[in-house]
């Protein structure tokens, strides 16, 4: 059975880099589905980061996008997120999850079918 | 950006009562791409309901999902014990972002 989890740093200072990885266990990261991250903050609530597909494809939520990458390793099996220049602000969980394709239109959305337990960031000097 | 209002913030019932969920889209949510998720402290979400009405393998019959256009409903027939969590809706039916209510919590 396939799982997801999130590693990290637990704590970054404000104005550097969090990076996270979420490693994908019991089935593959190839497989067809998309591979995506969403947070959950004080501020905002449940809140859509990034979403990767295997084949280098990457969205953002148009909010984050200056600030934010992912990227999807597939030999090494994890999927990753790099949020830059964090504030107070980029406190919360931050969950992976894994995607499931629809289309709108010209775009591609997803809702997420499994997730994993999430990991929590606190930004404080 | 389509701003998704759950109502009530929380619902206090007992195991066995009815609980409905409510979920209003502040635009029409094409092709019902509407999910509800479930959260529990500690545990991993979990998806119940996608495309407003399809319940994901697994999940039991006594939750069921509702509505199109602007609004959706999640409703519990009979509460159990586990069922007491926060509920979340998410609209994957526009433009970026996809969104997420602000959830409805659950509770005895």
């Known amino acids: 059975q396939l799982q997801l989890q999130e590693s990290g740093p637990g704590v970054v200072r404000p104005s550097e880099t969090l990076s996270l990885t979420c490693t994908v266990s019991g089935g593959s990261i190839s497989s067809g589905y998309y591979w995506g991250w969403i947070r959950q903050t004080p501020g905002k609530g449940l809140e859509w980061v990034a979403t990767a597909y295997y084949t280098g494809s990457k969205y953002y939520n148009p909010s984050l996008k200056s600030r934010v990458t992912i990227s999807v390793d597939t030999s090494r099996k994890f999927f990753s997120l790099n949020l830059f220049s964090v504030t107070a602000s980029d406190t919360g969980l931050y969950y992976c999850?894994?995607?499931?394709?629809?289309?709108?239109?010209?775009?591609?959305?997803?809702?997420?079918?499994?997730w994993g337990r999430g990991t929590m960031v606190v930004v404080s000097s | 950006e389509v701003v998704l209002t759950q109502s009530p913030g929380t619902l206090s019932l007992s195991p066995g009562e009815r609980a409905t969920l409510s979920c209003r889209a502040s635009q029409s949510i094409y092709n019902s791409f509407l999910a509800w998720y479930q959260f529990k402290p500690g545990q991993a979400p979990r998806l119940l309901i996608f495309g407003a009405s399809s319940r994901v393998r697994g999940v039991p019959d006594r939750f069921s999902g509702g509505g199109s256009g602007t609004d959706f409903t999640l409703t519990i027939s009979r509460l159990e014990p586990e069922d007491f969590a926060v509920y979340y809706c998410q609209q994957y039916g526009s433009s970026p972002p996809l969104t997420f209510g602000g959830g409805t919590k659950v509770e005895i």
């Open positions: 999850a894994r995607g499931d394709e629809n289309l709108y239109g010209d775009y591609v959305t997803w809702y997420f079918d499994l």
